[in-house]
């Protein structure tokens, strides 16, 4: 019997982990920018019973992803979208953080919208981060949510003049992660299909490691010590979210994004005056 088809961006801890709660009885077409990368996770999840295909991908290259795409089609019905990838402020300067985190993700939420199977259902990682940057205008809003993504980068909003520095560019990629994920689902609908985002706040993994290491690095460990849960999150807890946006108990929710961050953001907005901001 033919398999269903799982895309997966990111051969990270985050999308290891929603793959291994989600990808079973699957095939999983996995691709990363890192092939060593992606390598890595199919070896250790091939070696626990799991069917993946480790592909080179770039999620700031529409012919990358386009790519991707075409060599999950060949390997069947395309049921099951995870995205995964994306650089953090720490990691990469505004342009590839603009390049890879908000314009390759409207991409790719476009391009498997137009493809995926009837009933198909996707998750895209947004971040924490996006939901402490304040509030845009409505009209801002309305056009990170439907610009079409190959002029999404020219917009004001998005020239250099207007982004102050790397975790700027990173919280209105992740701003814009959400708001396409609102107009995605009303033409992932068309095919019965749902997609949401998951908001996570540090969650431990190579990207938060890199941060913690990083010039905001006190920033980020005085954040989870003083939240509500007083700890970083696993990959685990992402998947737990994950598993329910993707299986069918989650089926009234489409165009939505679950913020998991142990109550960071609440205690950033109305916590103690004296926690990190
Ligand atoms: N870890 C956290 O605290 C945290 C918090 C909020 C959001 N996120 C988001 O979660 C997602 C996954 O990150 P993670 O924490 O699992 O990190 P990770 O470092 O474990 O994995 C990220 C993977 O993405 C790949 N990648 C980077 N740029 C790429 C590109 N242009 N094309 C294809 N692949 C690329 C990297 O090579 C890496 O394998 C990211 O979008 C990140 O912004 C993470």
New binding site residues.
Partial sequence: MEKEVMIL???????MAIARRMGYGKKIIL????PE?ARAVAKIMNEAGFDVLPME????SKDSILNLIAEAKKAGRITMLVN?????PSQAPIEEILK??LY?TAVLLEEVGKIIAPGGVGVT?????GHRMEQLSPRADEQLACTPPEELLSLEILQPENIRDTLHA?QMA?RCNEKRVMAEAVKWGKRNARINAI??????????LD?FNGPRGDFYKNMFANSPAGR?GT?DEVANVAELLLSDKGAFITGSTFLIDGGATSNYFYGSPLSAK
Avoid at 31 to 34: A, C, E, I, L, V
């Fill in positions: 961006t990111g051969a990270g801890q985050i999308g691709g990363d920018k890192k990368n991908m770039d999620l700031s995964a990838a994306g650089v953090s890879a985190d390759g990682i947004s971040s924490q981060s990173y992740k908001a996570p706040g540090i969650i431990v993994t190579p990207l938060a941060e970083p990959a």
